[in-house]
Nanobody, 115 residues
């Protein structure tokens, strides 16, 4: 069974920073595209950022320049560094591992940004 173990969410003031972590197995980490999605109140789940096994990244326009996704191969972990957080970043953030047709999700971690 594939496990994606997330950590790092919490409450932060606008302008602050948080780092999310998602740990998984080497068999997943070395092959799958790893990504972070979020779902705010009343919204659909949306892609925030993704990174391939080769290190190619992709970001939503709303977070470009503020968020950074990166991988630590020694720990089989993908991170999302979030800086200059805004109240509209408030959402449940989900780690995702994708290798079509396989698609796995973490349990989600709450990020709340107060104004």
């Amino acid at each position: 069974q594939v496990q994606l173990v997330e950590s790092g969410g919490g409450l932060v003031q606008a302008g602050g920073s948080l780092r999310l972590s998602c740990a998984t197995s080497r068999s997943i980490f070395s092959i799958y595209v790893m990504g972070w999605y979020r779902q705010g109140p009343g919204n659909q789940r949306e892609l925030v950022a993704a990174i391939t096994s080769g290190g190619i990244t992709n970001y939503a326009d709303s977070v470009t320049g503020r968020f950074t996704i990166f991988r630590d191969s020694a720990k089989n972990t993908v991170y999302l560094q979030m800086n200059s957080l805004k109240p509209e970043d408030t959402a449940v953030y989900y780690c995702n591992a994708r290798n079509i047709p396989r698609n796995y999700w973490g349990q989600g971690t709450q990020v709340t940004v107060s104004s």
